[in-house]
């Protein structure tokens, strides 16, 4: 039994409003599977994008060289197709050309088949005010939490 891989982007939920998600899969070489089952990837700064032909990709993803690969290693932060329906596609696209929404990589995993999936999110950003209220309700939870166990 391997371990679970399961890569987060801790930052997105804090920068963005969510507002849908999508779970993507990716199009990868053999050396950056074996990477990410090492867990040596990140989507920390990553965000997704449309090409010409209307194809998403995901861009600034980092997935560290394989260490046991040779000339066949990857690049590491190459751009990376994402594979979704067509009805999926069109709709996201519309909606980013639109309305001006971001595309948000929020995690990268492995599932049972053992194929990684991208779970992606149309979201938009949060203003300063709206970063500062989240603060807010997390210490007030914090210090809610505190009280709760001292009783």
Do not use: W
């Amino acid at each position: 039994m391997q371990k679970q891989i399961n890569i987060k982007n801790k930052k997105a939920k804090f920068q963005y409003e969510i507002l849908d998600k999508y779970t993507a899969g990716i199009v990868l070489t053999g050396t950056e599977i074996k990477s990410i089952r090492n867990s040596k990837a990140s989507i920390a700064e990553s965000f997704c994008e449309f090409n010409e032909q209307g194809e998403l990709f995901v861009i600034n993803m980092t997935i560290e060289e394989y260490l046991y690969g040779t000339y066949y290693n990857h690049k590491p932060k190459a751009e990376r197709k994402l594979l979704l329906n067509k009805r999926e596609l069109k709709k996201l696209e519309k909606e980013v050309k639109n309305t001006g929404l971001t595309i948000v990589p929020l995690r990268l995993f492995i599932n049972e088949k053992g194929l990684a999936k991208l779970v992606i999110a149309l979201a938009r950003g949060k203003k300063l005010y709206d970063k500062r209220e989240t603060i807010k309700d997390r210490e007030n939870k914090v210090r809610l939490d505190r009280i709760k166990k001292s009783f």
